[in-house]
């Protein structure tokens, strides 16, 4: 998804993680496209051939000035800024190294159970301006340095992170909202689409809210080129929403499952409030994408790349 065009000056791109999944595929994008890339990560995986790697912790801000020594960019991608106090960090470290910086962020930060955010009418698609980075308070003293705690408020922390970008930073920030991402078959770390698959293809109940919402997805090749195409193509600055065309609710993406597995899914009603299989809402923060259109992104529709996700599986 997405085509890879040559160009005619190479860009020094630096990717913080780049190590797995879209990540990964970006690298490779990248490179295809005559870019200079340096990969960022703490040495668990090696970055594909061709990528100049550096072995840090991000969170040591010490040690990744060092590493870094005098080398510049002109873009920087980050794929693993999960705090404010992270942030903080890359926009101390990077400032007079870089124009440009893209942060991968998430639908989560919409999910209106996990912050006070503007009500959405259920059948209105979310726009960037719902979470204005500009306005977002940041609270340092949390405890971000405790694992267990950032993964617990995965949301907020991304929120923060986005507002330090925006608000702290000596360069120009760019954020990239990602919906949720599916593709690629084994590299699909989260399991999630495989969780369906497998309870379809064994028939085990699935776990739905009686009036599921819809959502929206994004393919893994389909957000590594909007990526690339963020770094290196666009001029942005500010939040853009990356999902595909179409939203599905939870039965409606157990009917895609089931075309390809050649089973009918069965479902299991829960209460509003209860645990229910991933992609079963009871809220709504379906994302538009239509900045990200009229900046000059084209998406394709989940419907025409899902069932060949799911067959990958």
């Not at 912790?57 to 960019?73: H, I, T």
């Not at 870089?98 to 942060?103: A, D, I, K, N, S």
């Not at 597995?261 to 239509?290: I, K, L």
């Not at 989940?302 to 067959?311: E, N, Q």
Request: include cysteine; charged fraction near 20%; glycine fraction near 8%.
């Amino acid at each position: 998804m997405g085509t890879i065009r040559m160009v005619q000056q190479a860009r020094r791109v630096c990717v913080i993680g780049g190590s797995r999944y879209f990540g990964e595929l970006l690298v490779r994008r990248l490179l295809a496209a005559g870019h200079h890339v340096t990969v960022i990560n703490r040495g668990s995986t090696v970055p594909p051939a061709g990528a100049e790697h550096l072995v840090v912790d991000r969170d040591d801000e010490a040690a990744l000035l060092a590493v870094l020594g005098s080398r510049s960019f002109d873009v920087v991608v980050d794929q693993v800024c999960y705090t404010p106090v992270q942030a903080a960090i890359a926009a101390r470290v990077f400032e007079g190294r870089t124009r440009r910086y893209v942060m991968t962020s998430t639908i989560e930060v919409y999910d209106p159970a996990s912050a006070a955010l503007p009500d959405v009418p259920d059948s209105v698609l979310v726009r960037e301006e719902t979470v204005d980075p500009a306005t977002w308070r940041v609270d340092g003293g949390l405890p971000w340095h405790d694992a267990a705690y950032v993964e617990a408020h995965y949301a907020e922390g991304k929120r923060q992170a986005e507002a330090v970008f925006t608000q702290q930073a000596g360069f120009d920030v760019a954020v990239v909202r990602s919906a949720h991402v599916l593709g690629g078959g084994a590299r699909e770390f989260t399991g999630r689409l495989a969780h369906y698959v497998e309870r379809v293809r064994q028939g085990e109940a699935i776990a739905v809210h009686a009036d599921a919402l819809p959502t929206v997805f994004v393919h893994y090749e389909e957000l590594a080129a909007l990526l690339a195409w963020a770094a290196t193509e666009a001029a942005f600055t500010g939040a853009v929403n990356a999902c595909s065309d179409g939203t599905l609710d939870v039965r409606e993406l157990g009917s895609v499952v089931a075309s390809q597995v050649g089973r009918e899914p069965v479902y299991r009603t829960v209460a509003s409030g209860e645990a229910a299989s991933p992609f079963s809402f009871d809220r709504h923060y379906a994302m538009s994408n239509a900045r990200a259109k009229q900046l000059g992104f084209v998406f394709t529709d989940v419907r025409d790349w899902l069932p060949g996700a799911v067959k990958e599986v």
